[in-house]
């Protein structure tokens, strides 16, 4: 691909493989309802999804049915919410920032909603008005804030925000063990510690109308700026000579990153490797076009994590495993398969 192709590329008319996205998700889907520590038949669950959204009337057991709507569903439906989210994270910030390695905790969030959430659930800040949701959010939103004053007042590009994300994560690292060392028990260190590595475990529907508008608006927002992500891929002064305006395209994307991945860690933790590998692996499938890469990474993400979070509950019998440590069982040696495969490339 050129800077020419750049200038005259649309997104194409969405055809066959929009049909084939959803399908895909809808299997999965069905896949993280139907698939756990207690397997459900098939018919079962479809019978109670008929009934919660269509009003059916088909006789279900009442266990099966709260499992099924009130735990299964709403946890695999902020797992793919996540895992598009990071996905997109990561394609919008390796585009952007042009660096291979760049992932959506690259800009300090991850940490500082880890923060946050010891925060609250530690020192007792909001005075229980905040949940750890909550409290992670703000962490975010403020680590954020943080790294983009940083870069900003060191000349406001690239390097410099990757080199401030750095500072800020191992700032707000450092806070984080400091608090739990200083005031946590023995019992809250373990629950902060866990829900760190990533925890599906407590998601319910509340969770889900956070997650999903938050992937949508984000998946929306990246779909509007593939031309530009595009230009973006052949440097800033190429995306300047294609008219775009650097300053605003740059703004709302990293904005739209910063919302999706703080929203997604507030929800479930740290889970890495999502934002990292999912976008490589699909550039290899589908090309660096990112009128094709966005939307497949987003799949590609959503239907990751949802396998991640099958493999999480029924790995070890009786004992739930944290995401992140699946994800990053697959992840490092998959990233590492794809440094190889693209050595020569680059």
């Known amino acids: 691909m050129t800077v ?9 008319a ?30 079962t669950v479809l019978a109670v999804l008929a009934n919660k959204l269509f009003g059916a009337g088909y006789p279900v057991d009442s266990i099966n049915a709260a499992i099924i709507w009130n735990y299964r569903m709403p ?10 989210g990071l996905a997109l994270s990561g394609v919008v910030l390796q585009a952007l920032i042009r660096n ?18 010891v925060a609250v659930t530690i020192l007792g800040l909001g005075g229980g008005a905040l949940g750890l949701s909550s409290g992670a959010f703000a962490g975010a939103l403020l680590a954020f804030g943080l790294v983009a004053a940083l870069a900003r007042a060191a000349g406001g590009g690239p390097a410099q925000l990757v080199l401030a994300g750095i500072a800020g994560s191992q700032l707000f690292n450092a806070l984080t ?7 946590a028990n023995a019992e809250q260190a373990r629950g902060i510690m866990f829900w760190l590595l990533g925890n599906l475990s407590g998601v319910r529907w509340p969770d889900v ?16 700026h593939v031309r530009a992500l595009d230009a973006f891929s052949f440097g800033a002064q190429s995306a300047a000579a294609l008219g775009i305006s650097l300053r605003r395209v740059q703004g709302v994307l990293i904005g739209t990153t910063t919302l999706m991945t703080a929203t997604m860690v507030s929800l479930v933790g740290s889970i890495g490797f999502v934002g990292l590998v999912v976008p490589h692996a699909m550039r290899f499938a589908v090309g660096p076009r990112h009128g094709r890469l966005v939307p497949w990474s987003a799949l590609a993400g959503a239907v990751f994590l949802i396998a991640a979070d099958i493999v999480s509950r029924i790995l070890i019998p009786g004992q739930v495993v944290a995401i992140g440590v699946v994800t990053a069982l697959v992840g490092a040696p998959g990233f590492a398969l794809i440094l190889i495969r693209s050595r020569g490339r680059t």
């Open 14 to 43: 969405p055809g066959w493989r929009w049909i084939l996205a959803g399908s895909l998700l809808t299997v999965a889907i069905l896949a993280g309802v139907i698939i756990g520590e207690m397997p459900l038949p098939p018919d």
């Open 100 to 117: 291979a390695l760049a992932d959506p905790y690259l800009l300090g969030v991850s940490a500082g909603a880890s923060t946050g959430a």
């Open 4 to 12: 020419a192709t750049v200038r005259s590329y649309r997104p194409r």
């Open 209 to 224: 109308s956070l997650a999903a508008p938050a992937a949508l608006i984000g998946f929306l927002a990246c779909l509007w």
């Open 75 to 84: 946890r695999t439906l902020v797992a793919a919410a996540c895992g598009a």
């Open 177 to 183: 063990s400091f608090f739990i060392a200083r005031s």
